[in-house]
């Protein structure tokens, strides 16, 4: 029923920015809360950040002050901003619900900062 597509990643260095897009199809997309995952190999995957439908936001210490999540319910699409990017950041980063739906899952987008 959800459909999920990740887009923006790629290969940055130290210091740079990506803007990472999520298209939610077969969604009311403007009733749910959504967030940003990620997950490096070896490690659980992390909710990076979160914004509710009025457009509250929350982010996990590591990213606080360098990655911004919005989203424009008119195009059903949510966005993380990041901004100095550290190495440590390389991860696939997903997009889904806050609370994730297992079953919506994407391929998500893979982020590498490295020099």
Known sequence: QVQL???????????GSLRLSCAASRIIFSAYAMGWYRQAPGKQR????SITRRGTTNYTD?????????????KNTVYLQMNSLKPEDTAVY????????????????QVTVSS
């Open 94 to 109: 997903y997009c889904n619900l806050d609370p994730p739906r297992q079953n919506s899952w994407g391929q998500g987008t």
């Open 62 to 74: 590591s990213v606080k002050g360098r990655f911004t999540i919005s989203r424009d319910n008119a």
């Open 46 to 49: 992390e909710l990076v950040a």
């Open 5 to 15: 597509v990740e887009s923006g990643g790629g290969l940055v260095q130290p210091g």
